[in-house]
């Protein structure tokens, strides 16, 4: 049964690896997920294998990896969400995955399993060996990914100056030289209609 777009199930995947840069993702996602209820945010972590999962013993063996990672992830998730209390009260629907492969990859096949809005990924690693893990799955997933990728990043304006000159609308009249122009502009989207045919 098709519904509305109003009333439209959003799906957002989320890449949480059990760093900052996870928790930073899933705050995103709480955030952006607050403003397209109903929605589910599906919590993706990857355990990275390089070889090809065709063999069962190698599946038997990884397994108990699976439900392990589940529980590091949804205590993670509830650490995460703590620091949320205290805000305006909505609920949150989410679902959880424990992918075997590579994470850019997974995270994608995820998103297409469901049929998902949105994927969000982290940012703002601190180590070397971090962003090189987190750039190749970031830059990865927008070059490959058919869906819109959100990367995280947590937000720090302390070293950084304003513009020497705010921009500010422009006014017949005025002779302020700066290198940018501001305007504003205001969209109104209403439900279209109905009309009786032949009057139009």
């Known amino acids: 049964m098709e519904q509305g777009d109003e009333t439209k199930l959003s799906r957002i995947v989320v890449g949480m690896d059990l760093s900052e840069t996870g928790d930073q993702a ?3 996602a709480i955030r952006l997920g607050r403003r397209m209820q109903p929605g589910e945010l599906h919590i993706t972590h990857v355990i990275e294998v390089d070889s090809e999962l065709h ?11 699976l439900r392990s990672k589940l529980e590091l992830v949804r205590e ?3 650490h995460v ?19 075997l492969g590579k994470p850019a990859e997974a995270l994608h096949q995820v998103a297409v399993d469901i049929d ?10 601190k180590s070397r060996l971090e962003r090189l893990m987190t750039g190749a799955v970031a830059d990865t997933l927008m070059r490959m990914t058919h869906v819109s990728v959100l990367v995280a990043h947590r937000k720090n304006f302390a070293d950084l100056r304003h513009s020497d000159y705010p921009e500010a ?5 005025d002779h302020h030289r700066a290198a940018s ?17 032949g009057l139009i």
Do not use: N
């Open 26 to 28: 899933l705050l995103e």
């Open 181 to 197: 122009l501001t305007d504003r502009l205001c969209l109104e989207f209403v439900p279209r209609t109905t009309h009786i045919s």
């Open 55 to 65: 063999d069962a013993k190698k599946l038997d063996a990884l397994f108990p990896q």
């Open 81 to 99: 969400a703590e620091s949320m209390v205290g805000q305006r009260p909505f609920r949150q629907e989410l679902v959880f995955h424990i992918r």
């Open 76 to 78: 993670r998730v509830a």
């Open 116 to 125: 998902a809005d949105l994927i969000v990924v982290g940012a703002h690693p």
């Open 169 to 173: 609308p422009y006014r017949d009249g």
